[in-house]
């Protein structure tokens, strides 16, 4: 039964072509990747996350082979969008840290381009009841949402683990220098005392002669 449902399902499945990259943005930079659509009307998915760098933001972009802006945003950690490619070409998503002066970020994302063309189930060709082909149907349905969240619960537990890594990186070298500045401080304020004490002692001592 489970062999037989996976081949199901094999069939069933839709064809994605799918790219997930990780990639530094420069200080000032534009990053732009590119997506090429063969046929209108299939749907494409961009998920994206600032892993770490600055407050975590960023703002990007996505244009049509027409230059026609389709999704764009400004500061922000993350997104998960799906629209359909009604254009033939290129698709071209953008990363921009122009905000920036100096900090990198780290992106972590994925295109994906999805053909939904489905073949016939083997029951329906084999003329099986509709009621049983439903049923599949239904199951593989269920099996590719789980799938799916599956997939963004593990995105999103990793987005969260980079970034609090990142934190406690940052707190940990603002504690360190925070206390060597403490010891600098202590430090010269001991010598000061002591510079303080001995100019008394001194000025005594000529009071005296």
Do not use: W
């Not at 990053?31 to 703002?59: L, T």
């Amino acid at each position: 039964m489970a062999a037989r449902l996976f081949v199901l399902f094999s069939i069933f499945a839709t064809y994605v072509y799918a790219t997930a990259l990780t990639y530094s943005v420069a200080a000032n930079e534009r990053a732009c990747f590119y997506s090429q659509v063969n046929e209108p009307g299939v749907k494409v998915a961009f998920y994206f996350a600032v892993q770490s760098g600055g407050s975590f933001d960023i703002d990007y972009s996505v244009t049509s082979p027409s230059l026609r802006v389709i999704l764009d945003g400004e500061k922000e950690r993350q997104g998960d969008f799906v629209f359909t490619a009604n254009e033939v070409g290129e698709y071209r998503f953008c990363f921009l840290n122009e905000m920036s002066t100096f900090a990198e970020k780290l992106v972590d994302f994925e295109i994906a381009v999805e053909n939904e063309a489905r073949a016939e189930l083997p029951i329906k060709q084999a003329g099986g009841s509709e009621q049983e082909a439903s049923l599949l149907e239904d199951s593989i349905h269920s099996l590719s949402g789980k799938l799916t969240s599956i997939s963004r619960a593990q995105k999103y537990f990793r987005t969260r683990e980079n970034r609090n890594f990142s934190t406690v990186k940052s707190t940990e070298s603002r504690i360190f220098y925070f206390s060597i500045a403490e010891v600098l401080a202590i430090v010269g304020m001991a010598v000061f005392q002591v510079l303080v004490v001995q100019f008394f002692f001194t000025g005594s001592r000529k009071g005296f002669v």
